[in-house]
């Protein structure tokens, strides 16, 4: 008869192993630590400055990470990724580039407009990096204010359109 033992492996561990995970991840999330593996945004910081309307146009957003090969960097409009907002790619993201800085990767992406126009203006850019330590985010903020020049088409209004003589008109 044969009295070996079973000792529980990972199998038998599987129920306690989540929450073990679990409470180190919040640990390690809430650690000091944890926020210098947290991912850094060094631009855009600051104000862009507006780009002339119906011209070509990019933004760059660079961070530093710890984490080479588990750090991801992408844009968002108005909440959704730039290739949903923008299915003609009016917009689009280019390719992320990586430059080993010492211990940390240097990661940049830009963001392409192909014909800078009011819309783009009026939508909220969003730079994400994350990593296993965290996420940061850096909006794009326009400086200045609207651009002045409007080279775009005008919407036109009644006053702008003939009626032809035969057609009545009603006033209400």
């Excluded at 392409?112 to 994400?128: A, I, V």
């Amino acid at each position: 008869m044969d009295t070996a033992r079973r000792r529980p492996g990972v199998m038998g561990a599987v129920p306690w192993l989540s929450l073990v995970l679990l409470c180190g991840c919040s640990h390690f999330q809430s650690s000091d630590a944890a926020s210098s593996l947290r991912p850094e945004i060094i631009t855009p910081l600051k104000p862009v400055k507006s780009p002339t309307l119906g011209k070509r146009f990019n933004v760059s957003c660079q961070a530093q990470s710890p984490f080479p090969r588990m750090t991801l960097i992408y844009w968002l409009a108005n909440g959704s990724f730039v290739e949903h907002r923008y299915p003609d790619e009016a917009v689009s993201e280019g390719d992320v580039v990586t430059e080993p800085r010492g211990t940390r990767v240097l990661l940049t992406r830009e963001l392409l407009f192909r014909s800078f126009s009011r819309r783009d203006w009026s939508t909220s850019f969003l730079c994400m990096v994350r990593n296993p330590a965290g996420l940061e985010k850096a909006l794009v903020h326009w400086d200045p204010e609207p651009p002045a020049q409007i080279s775009e088409p005008q919407q036109e209004t009644r006053q702008d359109v003939q009626l032809p003589a035969s057609t009545p008109t009603v006033d209400r």
